[in-house]
């Protein structure tokens, strides 16, 4: 409908009926409260007429693509559209399936007469790039060929080359050499880094997370701060101080996306281009990547039953200016570092001045003994860097953690937290601090290690009885994985990749070296593994592993 008039209508829904007011006031009532106009009549300001543009109608759940109107072109506007949107499925901007804006949307967006989208939409129809559902809207037709659903490509079938000087950091080119790794992504037996999703108590975090959402602005100008909420940093010291021995303050403390932003954190503030920092070997391959990164020279250090070797570590690089370490839980291979290592490492980093990033990714696990003591509570001289998570205690899609930071350096690490990405995410802060306080996270702990315990315990029998002394099993006395390691002549990439397959997910030992003196084998997670089905992925296994 086009209505020959220069000023902008409004139509009110009123108590007593409808009422119609011509431009001033109304307008800025109807953009104030959308819900009481009927109808808004608005000015086309390319041809100076009025159309209706709008009314109740529930907004479109369709995202508007980039389509070019040019008013001082001489082609019609309807036909504008339309080559501009099969354009777009030509070259594969709009995908088979997806939906497309109402024409009173799109007209809207464009700020053109329904009419022209009405115009382009009914040729697009017609020649079958589109189809219209009756109740659902209007869709890229499913059944188009397939030359007009993919990106065009040159003949050769690789992407055309850009013009230009493209250089890029070398360092970079290492992570692409990374061999694609099918069991990453697996969910079951026996991925790594998967607690018992079912056991969770949902309700409690529903609840928690549902009285946050409702006012999710109410803390927030507390929480605008580089080491996040005060009351999360608060519980986190509470808990660090009672269940690990860590000497900390809530100033001490940052909230970190997890342990790989806490590793890159760290590396941007303690290392320099070329600095060297020993690594457990094997050791966490996702930790070596953040160093790699940061330009630095790594320096593979053995480990054995009592943990990182630093008798060698000092042997192989005396001077280097860090070590990471897992001294709880070592991964892979599971051992505890003694008594006598954790000293010898902190005599090491006083005596060279070298600095200590102690990754505590899953000690609340331990069944054979009292938890250990974290590595930071004995340093005397604030060398050590403490790192942990939430991921393997609640679940790795909150992607929060933690790191405790020396007094001395807050200020450089807030500094370098600012450049990254200023301040953590504030609700989940908010619903962890709560479960933590009304006790929940206690219980579940509780629980979790009892059930780990049991899972742990079916996993090594098991292993034990298919598959007597051919392998050998080594850290099942705490975590949510152990590492079983058998001959060399045996291939666990490939294994593990046929495997895969099959829906078991071994992870390879040989993955976590940087050497080429490497052992071969798999680490098993049992998190996410219930207790019944442990036989049955063990047979999966060994038939994997023997062809049998």
């Not at 059944?143 to 000087?165: I, K």
């Not at 020279?297 to 990471?324: F, M, T, W």
């Not at 152990?482 to 397959?501: G, K």
Request: charged share 20%; hydrophobic share 40%; proline share 5%.
């Amino acid at each position: 409908m086009v209505l020959c008039v220069e000023q902008q209508v409004v139509l009110f829904r009123t108590a007593s009926g409808f009422r119609t007011e011509w431009g001033g006031a109304p307008l800025a009532r109807a953009v104030a409260d959308p819900l009481q106009v009927v109808w808004k009549i608005g000015e086309n300001t390319g041809s100076r007429r009025t159309t209706i543009i709008g009314g109740m109608v529930k907004g479109s759940s369709a995202l508007t693509p980039v389509v070019n109107v040019d008013r001082n072109n001489s082609q019609p506007l309807h036909s504008q559209v339309y080559r501009s949107l099969r354009n777009a499925i030509a070259t594969g901007v709009l995908r088979p399936g997806q939906r497309v804006p109402s024409s009173r949307a799109m007209s809207a967006e464009l700020n053109v007469s329904r009419i022209t989208i009405l115009d382009a939409y009914e040729q697009l129809l017609a020649e079958g790039y589109f189809k219209s559902r009756t109740g659902a809207g209007t869709f890229v037709s499913s059944s188009l060929p397939e030359y007009l659903t993919q990106v065009r490509r040159p003949a050769n079938g690789r992407p055309q080359r850009a013009s230009g000087p493209r250089a890029v950091a070398k360092r970079a080119l290492q992570f692409l050499a990374e061999p694609v790794t099918p069991w990453r992504n697996g969910l079951g037996a026996f991925a790594v880094h998967q607690p018992a999703f079912e056991e969770f108590p949902y309700a409690i975090w529903s609840r928690l997370v549902t009285h946050h959402s409702k006012n999710p602005g109410a803390r927030a100008i507390h929480c605008i701060d580089p080491l996040g909420s005060l009351r999360f940093r608060e519980a986190i010291c509470e808990y660090l101080r009672t269940a690990r021995a860590v000497q900390c303050e809530p100033e001490q403390v940052m909230v970190v996306s997890g342990s790989q932003q806490a590793l890159q954190i760290a590396a941007n503030v303690l290392l320099d281009q070329d600095d060297a920092v020993w690594m457990e070997e094997p050791g966490y391959r996702l930790a070596r990547n953040v160093f790699i990164a940061a330009g630095c020279r790594l320096i593979p250090v053995p480990v054995d039953d009592e943990g990182l070797n630093v008798e060698a570590g000092i042997a192989r690089g005396a001077q280097a200016r860090a070590a990471y370490v897992t001294p709880s839980h070592q991964y892979p291979l599971g051992s505890s570092m003694s008594a006598g290592r954790r000293l010898q490492l902190l005599n090491w980093a006083q005596r060279y001045g070298g600095w200590i990033i102690e990754d505590d990714y899953d000690s609340e696990y331990r069944f054979e003994s009292a938890p250990i003591s974290s590595l930071q509570g004995l340093d005397n001289n604030r060398r050590v860097i403490y790192i942990g998570t939430f991921s393997k205690v609640l679940f790795a899609s909150l992607r929060l953690g933690y790191m405790v930071i020396p007094p001395d350096l807050v200020e450089r690490f807030i500094a370098v937290r600012y450049a990254i990405d200023i301040f953590p995410p504030y609700l989940f802060q908010e619903v962890i601090t709560d479960f933590m306080r009304e006790g929940h996270f206690a219980r579940h702990i509780r629980r979790m290690r009892q059930l780990y315990s049991e899972r742990r315990k079916a996993l090594v029998e098991q292993l034990r009885s298919a598959f007597g002394g051919a392998l050998e099993v080594r850290g099942a006395e705490a975590g949510m994985h152990l590492t079983v390691t058998f001959p060399s002549d045996h291939d666990d990439v490939a294994i593990a990749t046929e495997a895969a397959e099959q829906g078991l997910w071994l992870w390879p030992l040989s993955g976590s070296y940087m050497t080429k003196n490497v052992r071969k084998g798999f680490i098993l997670g049992y998190g996410n593994v219930a207790a019944g089905a442990i036989p049955g992925a063990v047979e999966k296994m060994k038939a994997a592993i023997f062809g049998v």
